[in-house]
């Protein structure tokens, strides 16, 4: 099994995201520091200094540096703020929101790569690194992927794109729901592995495919299904009625295109007609056939020919 696939399983995601990822029961109340770091908090004034103000409790404190302290804060005021670690590795708090916290997922655009992974851009000062062992494609500065927010084995804030264990399987959709989403992944056998509104789990099996698609990438999609453990199925393809207008047109299209004729027909193999067209040989042949019948097109042994108008 290939580096790609294998990042790819359904059942790989960290261990360690499970083993490490302690959420606190309740986020929206008043903390200590215990188990903050990638977390917004509400968190006490405890201390204030010339360089800024600690908040925590009397045993765990945290600075927030002065530039980032309220007007007029006080000691015994609770302070929303976000514990991450600064460019010297020490936990510090900060009044600025990243884009998302320990356990979500976003779509971030790559500020920079280097020999240690790609820095993402995520609203704070320090740019979230992801490593390359967590990149199941080799990221692009400028270009945008979905992630997730986790905790690696040194204690340190890190972006993964292995983003399977993260995903929800309690969407709202229904069968023929279009949906929004972000390719996560690929797997050449199965299909490609999409993030629907970048939160739940969907997939696109190889037949319902009909352009390529890379990760990273938005795509709106078709529910087939809602399988019995909440993933869904889905389908770039309109219902089948409807589908047939789309390919009738875009074989006239591609016909025009090419002086009237192409060397494709209904004894064709299934991956040249995939290849060319982006649909199956049944598809095709089902929309030949109604070009033939509205009398748009010839066929012969040797391809479809427009007829004279």
């Not at 790609?4 to 960290?14: D, E, G, P, V, W």
């Amino acid at each position: 099994m290939n580096r790609a696939i294998r990042m790819l399983s359904l059942n790989y995601i960290s261990n360690k995201i499970k083993t490490e990822l302690k959420l606190p029961e309740d986020k929206e109340g008043v903390m200590g520091l215990e188990e903050g770091l990638g977390l917004k908090k509400k968190l006490m004034v405890i201390r204030q200094v010339d360089f800024g103000t600690y908040l925590g409790n009397k045993d765990e404190q945290v600075l927030l540096p002065k530039k980032q302290v309220p007007q007029n804060a006080k000691i015994g005021d609770e302070v929303e703020v976000f514990v991450y670690r600064d460019s010297k590795d020490r936990e510090i708090a900060t009044t600025n929101m990243p884009k998302l916290q320990l356990g979500e997922l976003a779509v971030l655009q790559v500020a920079q790569v280097n020999n240690i992974g790609g820095f993402m851009y995520w609203g704070l000062e320090k740019d979230l690194l992801l490593p390359y062992s967590e990149q199941v494609v080799k990221v692009q500065k400028g270009e945008k992927y979905l992630v997730g927010l986790y905790i690696d084995k040194s204690d340190r804030l890190c972006a993964t794109m292995k983003v399977y264990d993260f995903l929800r399987t309690d969407s709202p959709y229904k069968t023929d729901d279009i949906v929004e989403g972000t390719v996560y992944g690929k797997n050449p056998e199965y299909g490609v592995f999409v993030a629907v509104d970048n939160k739940y789990n969907g997939m696109l099996q190889n037949k319902e495919i009909v352009r390529k698609l890379k990760i990273g990438e938005k795509v709106q999609a078709r529910v087939l299904s809602v399988r019995e453990d909440g993933k869904l199925n889905l389908s770039l393809r309109e219902k089948a009625y409807l589908q047939m207008d789309v390919d009738s047109a875009k074989i006239l299209e591609k016909l025009k295109e090419n002086d009237g004729f192409l060397p494709y027909h209904d004894k064709s193999a299934p991956e040249d007609i995939r290849s060319e067209f982006g649909m199956s040989k049944n598809e095709f042949k089902r929309a030949i056939g109604r070009l033939y019948k509205s009398k748009k097109i010839k066929i012969s042994k040797t391809g479809i020919e427009l007829t004279e108008e």
